[in-house]
């Protein structure tokens, strides 16, 4: 069992940044493969992005790539979501979601493990 923590989200203007953390309770955390899921209002939840448990490979959704990058800390069990340029339309919920192991995936039924979610609007 892993707990998912993110922080970081809030409101920011169009064109600015911001950088989400998904910090993990265990070690052993070094072995799962993170991913960033964001969900809008009155949208499914979709994947944005994610990054193997060597942290070397990462895979982005089509409408971040570019903008956002993802990393990871395993150190301090935690992967960072760096979001630039952003975006009215980048306004959502954004969740982190571990799996061990494996290869990075789009689809949310292959993760186990999921955090509470953050916040982040972006203003026009």
């Known amino acids: 069992q892993v707990q998912l923590v993110e922080s970081g989200g809030g409101l920011v203007q169009a064109g600015g940044s911001l950088r989400l953390s998904c910090a993990a309770s265990r070690r052993t955390f070094s072995t799962y493969v993170i991913a960033w899921f964001r969900q809008a209002p009155g949208k499914d939840r979709e994947f944005v992005g994610g990054?193997?448990?060597?942290?070397?490979?990462?895979n982005y959704a089509n409408s971040v790539k570019g903008r956002f990058t993802i990393s990871r800390d395993n150190a301090k069990n935690t992967v960072y979501l760096q979001m630039n340029s952003l975006k009215p339309e980048d306004t959502a919920v954004y969740y982190c979601?571990?799996?061990?192991?494996?290869?990075?995936?789009?689809?949310?039924?292959?993760?186990?493990?999921w955090g509470q979610g953050t916040q982040v609007t972006v203003s026009s």
């Open positions: 990054i193997t448990w060597t942290g070397g490979e990462t």
């Open positions: 979601a571990g799996k061990r192991f494996g290869s990075i995936t789009t689809w949310q039924g292959s993760y186990d493990y």
